[in-house]
């Protein structure tokens, strides 16, 4: 290890759909980071009791029962025998222990030094990551809102709703930028556009920041993707990066949709360096984008508690969470 690489673990965090993914893979492939799948379903114990006080006793064996029944955990598709083994031997344990100890497991899989995590659900959940591990550094990767919501109802038809995806989109980089601030987090702002425009420029920057050498292997990120990634991710993570992958809301988004995102994201939109659509926003168009609302927001909100409420009860039981949750758990 040379004098500049120290274990720092970073958590790559940012809206679906912005080349998390993408970023993910890249940073995998440098011979000492390992990154696994999403860890969504930490989501239930990233709270307040569980900074303070033990996981214990029988608590601590229905978390094992947990992790071993639960899809995504088992996605990170590794022997992770020794770690479960870990949890066994102990009475009683902090939440950051497990969790570093859980991403060491893997580290060593994958004989590898560095650990980090690709969660876009801990968007909101910054403080913990904090209070676990003070030196740890957030990655925050933003895309073009517009091609976000593209590609986003492309896979999921339920978001086909332009305004509440723009609305989700501002909320959610905003929440990164004022928790980021507030509790002194060193946070890394990259724009997909950047990254694959200058991918080389790009990964340098972000290895300075995780202080780490860079690796020219790490943009042959295409060769390995299949053996840590599911089919079910878009196609372009199989390949080389495209620099033409960007701005296809220009063709692909009628000028109401266009109109309609405006009308929530315009100040986010050119805070990040984005172009406007150049079309003229009348009152009638917020009404509109304010009435799109009323009907989405509500529905959003029963999406994101039920979710939540599906996760807790699993990990309060040491039951199983279904694939089909883990999505919803990310907004």
């Known amino acids: 290890m040379s004098k500049k690489e120290k274990h720092i673990p970073f958590f790559i965090i940012g809206m679906q759909r912005s080349g998390t993914t993408l970023l993910r893979l890249i940073l995998n492939n440098h011979s000492k980071i390992a990154v696994p799948e999403e860890s969504t379903f930490l989501m239930p114990f990233l709270r307040k009791k569980y900074l303070i006080k033990p996981i214990k006793g029988e608590k601590l064996i ?28 102990h009475n009683e344990l902090m939440l950051k222990d497990i969790i570093a100890r859980m991403f060491e497991s893997y580290c060593q899989s994958e004989s590898k030094q560095f650990w980090a995590d ?33 590609s986003w109802r492309k896979i999921d038809p339920s ?49 300075d920041f995780v202080q780490v050498e860079y690796e020219p292997q790490m943009l042959q990120f295409y060769n390995k993707s299949r053996d840590y990634i599911g089919t079910h991710h878009s196609s372009l993570i199989f390949g080389k990066i495209d620099s033409s992958n960007c701005y296809k809301w220009e063709r692909e988004l009628t000028d109401k949709e266009k109109i309609a995102f405006e009308v929530i994201a ?20 917020y009404i509109q984008g304010f009435m799109s609302l009323i ?24 039951k199983a969470v279904e694939r089909k949750y883990f999505g919803n758990a990310n907004e």
């Open 62 to 89: 229905t978390f094992a029962k947990y992790l071993k029944g639960n899809a995504q955990f088992k996605a990170w598709d590794y022997d992770y025998r020794s770690f479960l083994d870990y949890l066994s031997r």
């Open 118 to 150: 690709k969660t876009p659900s801990f968007f909101r959940k910054v403080y913990y990551l904090h209070k676990m591990f003070p030196e740890a550094k957030i990655i925050h990767i933003l895309r073009d809102g517009r091609d976000v919501f593209n």
């Open 159 to 207: 978001k086909n709703n332009e305004v509440a995806v723009a609305l989700e989109w501002v909320y959610k980089n905003k929440e990164i930028e004022k928790s980021t601030r507030r509790y002194n987090v060193d946070r890394l702002a990259v724009r997909y556009e950047d990254l694959i425009s200058n991918p080389e420029k790009i990964i340098k920057d972000i290895c």
């Open 266 to 285: 315009k100040n986010y939109l050119k805070k990040y360096r984005y172009d406007s659509c150049y079309l003229p926003l009348r009152l009638k168009d």
């Open 295 to 318: 009907k989405a927001v509500p529905r959003r909100i029963r999406q994101v508690f039920y979710t939540k409420y599906i996760f807790c009860r699993a990990a309060a039981k040491g």
